[in-house]
């Protein structure tokens, strides 16, 4: 069965075209991919201080939204699932955001609707696709699986299956925009940043808890950014990226590093997407503090596994079990 996902985003839009194969004997899909992209459109820009949607960045995402629904259409898809995130859940406007993805892709034949949903199946979908592969590579759980995104971080903790989980209104792009306004960030801005990240990863401790976790498993574009950093890389490697074993301190290293450098200093770094650049001081600060929360109660042995797959893989296994 060929299935399309997009995970829509604060930051980014991002496509999936993958055929899935037949369920092991614990009832697990595989996924083949056969197109996978992220476009940087930051949708969410403003939504954090204005409440709507900005028409430019509406602009923009529908553009992509329409190369995406073209692209369904030309491979085939049997299945589609389109889901929106953070920036949608929080503008007054987001009706004109479904109303625009509905006509692109009816404009290519395909009767799409974006998915607007919460935060506890944001995070469910995520943990469905992190995990999948983790057990066969050895990772043991309980897992700690950390989504960082532009407006909202979602923590789940499980194993085979979700026991505890948590929306947090930290991300990259909503805290740039809330207190970094310096080139590279004051110390000011930095500490108010943390008040901020402190507070939500109290909540996280007291409904997820990160202690007796058998390993971190981060996803999304700051961190596999920061993983990338941590491993000196010459360029973007998803084949070394994922599933990347760090240990604490090469994160808390990696990321105090990327959170302390200058603009130019960032985009000159071989594996950073250009959209990423203005943002990602304030999401490497989000998973510093966040790994370090962790290792005070659990200790420093615990690995930090960087995964490439995530909620957009899930959302294509929601795709294909989904009732014809």
Same mark, same amino acid.
């Given at each position: 069965m060929r299935v399309g996902a997009v995970d829509c985003g604060t930051n980014s839009i991002r496509l999936l075209v993958a055929d899935v194969g037949e369920p092991d004997e614990d009832g697990r899909s595989a996924l083949v991919d056969v197109v996978r992209r992220t476009e940087v459109v930051r949708l969410g820009h403003g939504v954090d201080r204005t409440g709507m949607l900005d028409p430019e960045a509406l602009r923009r995402t529908l553009a992509v939204t329409d190369e995406y629904a073209r692209t369904c259409a030309e491979h085939g898809v049997e299945a589609m699932r389109f889901v929106a995130t953070s920036a949608s859940r929080d503008a007054s406007n987001a009706s004109d955001f479904v109303v625009g993805v509905q006509q692109a892709f009816a404009a290519h034949g395909l009767e799409v609707s974006p998915e607007v949903v919460s935060g506890t199946e944001e995070a469910q979908l995520s943990f469905a696709g992190a995990t999948a592969g983790l057990a066969e590579a050895g990772v043991e759980g309980p897992y700690l699986v950390v989504d960082l995104g532009g407006g909202s971080t979602e923590l789940v903790r499980g194993t085979d299956a979700v026991y505890e989980e948590i929306s947090l209104d930290i991300g990259s792009? %909503?805290?740039? +925009?809330?207190?970094?306004? $310096?080139? =590279?960030?004051?110390? *000011? &801005?930095?500490?108010?940043?943390?008040?901020?990240?402190?507070?939500?990863?109290?909540?996280?401790?007291?409904?997820?808890?990160?202690?007796?976790?058998?390993?971190?498993?981060?996803?999304?574009?700051?961190?596999?950014?920061?993983?990338?950093?941590?491993?000196?890389?010459?360029r973007y490697d998803s084949a070394r990226i994922h599933l990347a074993r760090l240990t604490p301190e090469q994160v808390l290293v990696a990321a105090a590093e990327i959170v302390s450098?200058?603009?130019?200093?960032?985009?000159?770094?071989?594996?950073?997407?250009?959209?990423?650049?203005?943002?990602?001081?304030?999401?490497?600060?989000?998973?510093?503090?966040?790994?370090? %929360?962790?290792? +005070?109660?659990?200790?420093? $042995?615990? =690995?930090?596994?960087? *995964? &490439?797959?995530?909620?957009?893989?899930?959302?294509?296994?929601?795709?294909?079990?989904?009732?014809?």
């Open positions: 792009v %909503r805290l740039s +925009e809330r207190h970094f306004f $310096s080139d =590279p960030p004051q110390p *000011s &801005e930095v500490e108010a940043a943390r008040w901020d990240i402190a507070e939500a990863l109290d909540r996280a401790e007291t409904r997820v808890g990160v202690g007796g976790l058998g390993a971190i498993i981060g996803l999304a574009g700051t961190i596999t950014t920061v993983t990338a950093h941590a491993l000196r890389l010459e450098a200058d603009r130019d200093t960032r985009a000159a770094m071989p594996y950073m997407h250009p959209g990423r650049v203005d943002v990602i001081g304030a999401g490497a600060l989000i998973w510093h503090d966040l790994v370090a %929360r962790v290792v +005070e109660v659990t200790g420093p $042995s615990i =690995p930090v596994v960087t *995964s &490439e797959k995530d909620i957009l893989d899930g959302i294509a296994l929601s795709a294909a079990s989904a009732p014809a």
